[in-house]
Nanobody, 123 residues
Framework: QVQLVESGGGLVQAGGSLRLSCAAS?????MGWFRQAPGKEREFVAT????????YYADSVKGRFTISRDNAKMTVYLQMNSLKPEDTAVYYC???????????????????WGQGTQVTVSS
């Protein structure tokens, strides 16, 4: 069982930046970030492989968000720049502990989830 603890959410004005962190208690194959806005389904944001660092992004955040990892700290980050009001959501960290030949972008492909952290972008 892997525990995930997110931090770094908050309130920011449009155009601003935030960095989310996700500390993992164990090593897995993939780490991902998802988000869920009120009344909407949980959607994929970004994913990274622990080994090799291969990344993949949703089109809606490509060029604005960057996912990275610190293997020594077993922590994954999501740097969010040029934030927009539509980025407002609860952001969840997720981990997959089975090898996959491609980047997992669906929630059902992940095995562990954090508690979520609120990100609010004001206009």
């Amino acid at each position: 069982q892997v525990q995930l603890v997110e931090s770094g959410g908050g309130l920011v004005q449009a155009g601003g930046s935030l960095r989310l962190s996700c500390a993992a208690s164990g090593r897995t194959f993939n780490m991902g970030w998802f988000r869920q806005a009120p009344g909407k389904e949980r959607e994929f944001v970004a994913t990274i492989m622990w080994s090799g660092g291969t990344t993949y992004y949703a089109d809606s955040v490509k060029g604005r968000f960057t996912i990275s990892r610190d293997n020594a700290k077993m922590t994954v980050y999501l740097q969010m720049n040029s934030l927009k009001p539509e980025d407002t959501a609860v952001y969840y960290c997720a981990a997959r502990d089975r090898r996959l030949a491609y980047s997992p972008i669906y929630a059902y492909q992940y095995d562990y989830w954090g508690q979520g952290t609120q990100v609010t972008v004001s206009s």
